[in-house]
């Protein structure tokens, strides 16, 4: 049974959350990973700008420095995205990083866009017991790390269920060709009778796999479209939708074999925030409001029962009002608020993947952190 050590939000002078954060990684065991020396990558989300719900840069500056306390040569990474944005290439990408507080100087350690300058920087990873891939291309900056260490930010997720850990780890590392790979079967369609014409699908559609038809309605071209939801979030009306009944479980199945992939060959931690819980994910330019409360932060060896333990906790929390859930305040209490955001879509089979393919447990006991350690 796997460890899960949990943290909340409730300071004291002289024991704010950075310092309850440093705690928290310690108890999960960071003076265990070979850091001396090594090149440790910090995996984050660096968010899109306009998105204001992404993780603090804060949080991994205090990882940082923890880090090269310890003699490790940390560094903040992530992968360039598939869809159209401004984290699309590295230029934009690092700039994108910078105006969202991710550089130099508030880190402490550099930040590296994860696989090149076009997305095209990757390592092919074996997969053992892959039933979706026998080799993932993960980027090359978390391939050629000595250690990883995952930042997540708990979110909901549009075509996963939710964001956590497995998927930062698989989604996050995988390069653009990855990426492209890992959302290959979750195309959408268009539903005429909601679709007003407005073209967002279009301008939004990094690939032209959308164009407006002579009756003004979006028509998508299964043979150029990669599946990476982009005009799903831009459509205001609903009229671009998932088949999530061909494609949900595959999804989930093949970012948890790329996570798989990710920590291959090297010792890895993982923390997740259970903070400004919002029903999407942070690669939108916009966030709603969060679904529940801010519930505190976790940490473990395990990222399985990590993920496993952020969805028991937050399914145990009351759903706020004025949030995409709607009027449950209170009764939300006991149920999964991204299931209520997004019924058809099911994080489950992701996790169970992840636990076939020896990635880690579901099956975890939770260690309450009453304060800080001695760091």
């Known amino acids: 049974m796997s460890r899960v050590f949990f943290t909340n939000l409730r300071t004291r002078p002289n024991q704010g959350l950075l310092q309850k954060l440093e705690a928290l990684v310690l108890a999960a065991g960071l003076d265990d990973l070979p850091l001396k020396g090594s090149l440790v990558a910090l995996k984050v989300h660096f968010g899109e700008p306009g998105n204001l719900a992404f993780l603090r840069p804060n949080y991994v500056a205090a990882v940082a420095r923890l880090v090269k306390e310890r003699g490790g040569l940390p560094f903040a990474t992530d992968a360039n995205t598939l869809y159209r944005g401004r984290r699309s290439q590295a230029a934009d990408h690092l700039a994108a990083a910078a105006e969202n507080g991710f550089s130099l100087l508030p880190l402490g350690c550099p930040v590296v866009i994860a696989d090149g300058l076009r997305g095209q920087d990757y390592r092919e990873i074996?997969?053992?017991?892959?039933?979706?891939?026998?080799?993932?291309?993960?980027?090359?900056?978390?391939?050629?790390?000595?250690?990883?260490?995952?930042?997540?930010?708990?979110?909901?997720?549009?075509?996963?269920?939710?964001g956590g850990v497995l998927k930062n780890l698989g989604m996050g590392c995988g390069s653009r060709e990855g990426k492209l790979f890992m959302h290959s079967d979750s195309k959408p369609v268009?539903?005429?009778?909601?679709?007003?014409?407005?073209?967002?699908?279009?301008?939004?559609?990094?690939?032209?796999?959308?164009?407006?038809?002579?009756?003004?309605?979006?028509?998508?071209?299964?043979?150029?479209?990669?599946?990476?939801?982009?005009?799903?979030?831009?459509?205001?009306?609903?009229?671009?939708?998932?088949?999530?009944?061909?494609?949900?479980?595959?999804?989930?199945?093949?970012?948890?074999?790329?996570?798989?992939?990710?920590?291959?060959?090297?010792?890895?931690?993982?923390?997740?925030f259970l903070l400004d819980i919002s029903p999407n994910c942070d690669?939108?330019?916009?966030?709603?409001?969060?679904?529940?409360?801010?519930?505190?932060?976790?940490?473990?060896?395990?990222?399985?029962?990590?993920?496993?333990?952020?969805?028991?906790?937050?399914?145990?929390?009351?759903c706020l009002a004025d949030s995409a859930v709607g009027s449950l305040p209170g009764e939300g209490r006991g149920m999964d608020p991204f299931h209520l955001v997004h019924p058809e879509?099911?994080?489950?089979?992701?996790?169970?993947?992840?636990?076939?393919?020896?990635?880690?447990?579901r099956m975890h006991e939770t260690v309450v952190l009453d304060g800080p350690a001695k760091v």
């Not at 978390?142 to 995952?150: F, G, K, R, Y």
Request: proline residues 6%; glycine residues 10%.
């Open 126 to 162: 074996p997969v053992p017991g892959g039933v979706h891939c026998r080799s993932a291309r993960i980027a090359s900056a978390v391939a050629e790390a000595d250690v990883l260490i995952s930042l997540s930010h708990v979110k909901g997720h549009e075509q996963t269920g939710f």
């Open 190 to 272: 268009i539903r005429d009778k909601h679709c007003v014409g407005c073209g967002a699908c279009v301008a939004h559609c990094a690939h032209g796999a959308v164009t407006l038809g002579p009756d003004r309605i979006a028509r998508i071209d299964e043979e150029r479209c990669v599946g990476c939801g982009q005009c799903i979030v831009s459509c205001a009306f609903g009229a671009a939708q998932v088949v999530w009944e061909h494609s949900g479980a595959a999804l989930g199945e093949r970012i948890a074999e790329y996570a798989v992939a990710a920590v291959s060959g090297k010792p890895h931690l993982h923390a997740a």
């Open 283 to 318: 690669c939108w330019p916009f966030n709603d409001a969060p679904v529940t409360p801010n519930l505190g932060m976790m940490a473990s060896r395990d990222p399985v029962a990590l993920d496993q333990a952020c969805m028991e906790r937050i399914a145990q929390a009351p």
């Open 345 to 361: 879509v099911d994080w489950r089979p992701c996790l169970a993947h992840a636990e076939r393919l020896g990635l880690g447990s």
